[in-house]
C-alpha cells in the first residue's frame, strides 16, 4: 500500500457523505488528477459496505452512451 499522506479536509467531506448517505441513496464521483484518490477512498470509508466502480478512460463513452438510452 501506498504511503498515505494527512488529507483531513478531504475525510471530513467525504464523512460527511457518509453520514449523509446513511439516511438517503449517495452516489459520490471522486475526480481529478491528484494522485491517492483511492487510496483516500479505502482510509475514509474504512469498516464501512461500500460498491468501487472504476471506468477506465477508453470506456467512459460506452458507459455515457449506453446508460444514457436508458
Known sequence: MFKFYDRK?????????KQISSKIAQ??????RRIGKTTLLIKALEGTTTLYFFVAKKMKLYFAKNISMK
Open 27 to 32: 452516489m459520490t464521483f471522486v475526480i481529478g
Open 9 to 17: 479536509n478531504e475525510l471530513q467531506v467525504l464523512s460527511k457523505i
